[in-house]
């Protein structure tokens, strides 16, 4: 590794292109050279690109981070702001530890989620806007007994990371992820306590599925490679339809055969009390679902759509392409 730094430091280059350049190394080897690298960094003045899927490593050499999902960037900035204020759902679960929520916004300096009422920090958004919410486990207060805070839990498991506990705590139906530098045993009762600047408020990527389809005859309707059952009515043999799918619409099956169309997992975000899982059809469409199951990363799966929560309009191309250039 360090030979072939400076096989391409020798060129005196203005931009050093470094692709996973510590992957192949043990732990305590990455570390050392992740110091190394910074240092030599400091020393040259060349600029690095440095591609990585280690979040830890993003954080530790960079300057400016760059999160990109599916060649896509999601998100531009420096690596604290990166980590305090992500931009979406994803950034908030792809760089470090995460409690990702979904959530209403009452009003400005006023969110709703799991059924509670809390003080925030966040203005601007309209008056209950669905909102995505990322809160850090470090910042959330735990302490024993109930009654104490915003949530009463139970810890499931505690592990000691060196520093600090790390404690997966059941409340309101929902798996939090703490850290405190005090223990709480597995099975402690705890209350939970989450500050107003500890709450990140982020707009939803998508709300809802939408696709461009062709009414294949009664109750048929064809987009993203499939033809699936739903209402037409009003619409004829021919017309080109926008498909309008709510995310609990969907409904994924282990078997590709079980499902009208195939699909890989790419991303599984746990929300509260249920999964967002995104999956790239074969047609290369994206499809979100809510679900109460859990999918891994490249799984498998078919795609099975509940007709009758789908909704339909005409397609325009001149209105549709010109609202999508907006």
């Known amino acids: ?99 990702i929520l979904s959530g209403v916004m009452e009003k400005d300096f006023k969110i709703a989620f799991l059924g509670k ?92 599925n939408k696709y461009i389809g062709k009414v294949t005859g009664e109750n048929a309707v064809s987009f993203c490679g499939g033809e699936f059952e739903m209402p037409t009515d009003g619409f004829e043999t021919g017309d080109e339809v926008l498909v309008y799918v709510p995310f609990d619409a969907v409904e994924l099956t282990d078997y590709e055969s079980d499902g009208v169309i195939g699909a890989n997992v790419t991303q599984s975000l746990y929300k509260g009390t249920y999964y967002q899982v995104q999956v790239y059809t074969d047609t290369d469409e994206d499809f979100y679902i809510d679900t109460a199951d859990e999918w891994d990363p490249d799984d498998r799966v078919g795609v099975k759509i509940d007709g009758a929560k789908v909704r339909l309009e005409k397609y325009d191309p001149d209105k549709d392409e010109t609202e999508a250039a907006e």
């Open 117 to 208: 009422s809390l003080t925030c920090v966040d203005k601007g958004f309209e008056k209950n806007e669905k909102v995505d919410i990322v809160i850090r486990p470090e910042d959330i207060r735990i302490s024993a007994g109930h009654g104490q805070g915003h949530f009463d839990g139970e810890v499931l498991t505690s592990v000691f990371k060196g520093t600090y506990y790390e404690m997966d705590v059941l409340a309101s139906d929902y798996e939090f992820t703490v850290q405190s530098q005090t223990e709480y045993r597995s099975g402690e009762k705890v209350s939970l306590e989450i500050v107003p600047d500890s709450i990140h408020i982020m707009k939803k990527i998508l709300t809802i």
């Open 1 to 99: 590794q360090r030979v072939a730094i400076a096989r391409a430091i020798v060129c005196e280059p203005k931009v050093l292109l470094l692709d996973e350049p510590l992957g192949a190394l043990d732990l305590k080897l990455r570390k050392e050279m992740q110091l190394e690298l910074k240092k030599m960094h400091e020393d040259l003045g060349i600029t690095f690109i440095f591609v990585t899927h280690d979040q830890e490593e993003a954080l530790t050499m960079s300057d400016v981070v760059v999160v990109m999902n599916e060649g896509i960037i999601q998100q531009v900035a420096r690596p604290k702001s990166i980590y305090d204020e992500p931009k979406n759902a994803f950034v908030a679960d792809f760089i470090g530890e995460s409690n």
